[in-house]
């Protein structure tokens, strides 16, 4: 069993109360908004900036929040009982926390680590997703044509990046992204691909298309577009040619139990509903919580989110102590269980639950989006390589 410290405890309250008064108010206004790019609400994010959810993974020493991975589960999970897409544009900038504190070097963390800590609208992003180029990412073959195809050519003390990325997290909003390119394509992903840090002002660089997704319509996927991007040496990270090595590690992994914490908060919120609807709705002269069918779904949504509850912070915990094996199966049970919980809770709702006003579509809509986060099929085979 995990144990929880007086500190997970604290960030667990705040996170608590801000999902109830601040996220939980606008989630549903924000999803219904059409124009996928002005779904987004600076406000929201600079008042969660404010109580530290948007540092919360940077190191003390750097000044930043410093929660350990159980904390930053136990956060995670709270906020998402408010909205899944607002709490993952802040943890997403935790990923990439980890990777600044793993990869980059002491100027580079000087450069931009600093003011992302001092800027409540600084966000962070990668990109490496490409229109051919999405799961053999994460998994991929020796093939030298297979995996992302961006180019960078270097020209004296800078390079000059060509292409687009697709679906990229906080794509039209963030202020610095991680950019994955090919700068050796005659050779495999792994040997021939070289990471930059590239802030969204730079020469060449622009966002394209905002997607127009059917759940986490608050979270910004964009196109970004590079046309002759000139970025300095400087911000390679790690080694010329070695990008996927400066991607290992907990950086690698924590975006498994990321989601995976982020579906204990959506399956909170969906049994939450449940519960209420069930035990205010009447339905054969009582209440359809009486109803022993209605009492089978209730219970088979608490026995599976607990199940994730538990296998989240044991996972948490492990990679705490080094150990993120078990992330990616963790991914996959989570993707599998916020389906069914969502689901069933749509289910107990009846004609209520298909109506756009109500939030419980909403939930099955946001849980559709984990089928397509990692490559559902790759993870699974991941999972599978892990115990062999």
Wanted: hydrophobic share 40%.
């Amino acid at each position: 069993m995990v144990e929880f410290t007086g500190e997970h405890r604290t960030w667990q309250a705040a996170a608590r109360e801000f999902a109830e008064r601040e996220i939980r108010p606008i989630s549903l206004e924000r999803d219904q908004i059409t124009d996928p790019a002005a779904t987004f609400d600076w406000e929201i994010i600079k008042k969660g900036s404010r109580l530290g959810f948007r540092t919360a993974a940077v190191p003390t020493e750097w000044g930043g929040g410093g929660l350990d991975f159980v904390g930053q589960a136990l956060v995670m999970a709270e906020l998402a009982r408010g909205d899944a897409a607002i709490t993952k544009t802040f943890s997403q900038c935790w990923k990439w926390s980890h990777l600044i504190a793993a990869a980059c070097t002491a100027d580079q963390r000087r450069r931009f680590l600093e003011p992302f800590l001092n800027d409540d609208t600084y966000l962070l992003g990668k990109g490496g997703t490409e229109l051919h180029a999405g799961s053999d990412n994460r998994m991929p073959p020796d093939d030298p044509d297979a995996g992302w195809m961006m180019s960078a050519e270097r020209d004296g003390d800078e390079w000059i990046l060509n292409g687009r990325k697709h679906y990229i997290a906080n794509g039209s909003v963030g202020t610095l992204f991680f950019i994955d390119t090919r700068t050796d394509p005659s050779v495999r992903l792994s040997e021939g691909t070289t990471l930059f840090l590239v802030p969204s002002d730079s020469p060449g660089f622009r966002v394209g298309t905002v997607y127009d997704k059917v759940g986490w319509r608050f979270y910004q996927n964009a196109e970004l577009i590079f046309e002759d991007c000139r970025v300095p040496h400087a911000n390679v990270v790690g080694e010329v040619n070695r990008g996927v090595a400066a991607r290992a590690g907990d950086t690698s992994e924590f975006g498994d139990l990321e989601l995976a914490a982020i579906a204990v908060g959506v399956c909170d919120a969906a049994m939450e509903m449940a519960l209420a609807h069930a035990r205010g709705r009447r339905q054969g002269g009582k209440q359809i919580v009486e109803h022993q069918a209605i009492q089978l779904k209730l219970s088979e949504m608490h026995t599976l989110t607990e199940a994730l509850r538990a296998f989240t912070f044991r996972t948490a915990a492990e990679a705490d102590a080094g150990d993120a094996r078990n992330n990616v199966a963790l991914m996959n049970f989570a993707t599998d269980t916020v389906q069914r919980v969502t689901h069933l809770n749509m289910d107990i709702h009846g004609a209520l639950g298909v109506m756009r006003d109500q939030g419980v579509e909403k939930l099955v809509r946001d849980a559709a989006i984990w089928t397509h986060l990692a490559g559902d099929s790759v993870q699974r085979l991941k999972a599978v390589r892990n115990l062999l």
